[in-house]
């Protein structure tokens, strides 16, 4: 088991970029060109939903089924935990949380991961993924959608 923790900064307001991140149409923009989804539903998430899509990396590799049961997407809190698997890994456990700070919002990305032998490739893979996700949130925070 490995753990990773992401942090990025944001100048728009906690209940704004708690919006654009918890939005399905959110996630297949800001992950474009890395991960592609297929059967991704539309709308925010909810606590209860279990998601079986099919993930492809950098939309190029076969699509790998994955699986994602939200545990608890707190509007009030503003957190978010999901259990998922699939695509090689045996769990991946994820917890999003936003905070409002002096300078607008923080959000913060805490996934532990189990595949087995192959744990330090995708914590590195993770570490990268979460990492990239901030400059395509910042363009959609500054297009106004969210």
Request: charge should be positive; include cysteine; proline fraction near 4%.
């Amino acid at each position: 088991m490995k753990t990773i923790t992401v942090q990025n900064d944001y100048p728009v307001c906690a209940r704004r970029l708690w919006a654009l991140a918890t939005d399905y149409a959110a996630l297949r923009e800001v992950m474009a060109g890395l991960v592609s989804f297929e059967g991704l539903p539309d709308g925010r998430t909810r606590t209860g939903q279990r998601l079986e899509v099919k993930v492809s990396l950098f939309g190029r590799l076969p699509a790998q089924p994955y699986c994602i049961d939200v545990l608890e997407c707190d509007d009030q809190a503003m957190i978010l935990r999901s259990s998922e698997q699939g695509a090689g890994v045996k769990r991946w456990l994820h917890t999003m949380t936003v905070i409002g700070t002096e300078a607008g919002s923080r959000l913060q990305d805490r996934i532990e991961i189990d595949a087995g032998i192959l744990t330090p490739v995708f914590a590195l893979w993770a570490g990268y993924l979460y990492r990239a996700r901030h400059r395509p949130r910042l363009r959609l925070l500054e297009s106004g959608r969210y």
